[in-house]
């Protein structure tokens, strides 16, 4: 089984290449994040997979993304769109 991989919010915002106060903010939203103690300090992690679903998630209901990939030509993937 691989091991979970945990962020903390700056990690978390390198990882999806977005600002630290993005993450607060999606957790401020409702993205589950936990306590963990790192160097002896409480600190908010996030898991890997928890941060991409819920960064997907945004992406797909950007009407600014959703622009992007139809002038790109690619296909719509957001929910309740018909192809």
């Known amino acids: 089984m ?12 390198k990882r999806v290449k977005r600002c630290h106060r993005t993450i607060r903010r999606w957790h401020s939203i409702g993205m589950p994040m936990e306590w963990k ?23 797909q209901n950007s009407p600014v993304h959703q622009y992007r990939l139809r002038a790109q030509g690619l296909p719509n993937t957001a929910p309740g769109n018909r192809l």
């Open 2 to 13: 691989t091991e979970e991989k945990w962020f903390t919010y700056a990690e978390a915002a």
């Open 37 to 59: 103690i790192i160097e002896g300090q409480r600190t908010r992690v996030v898991r890997e997979d928890i941060l991409l679903a819920f960064f997907r998630q945004t992406l």
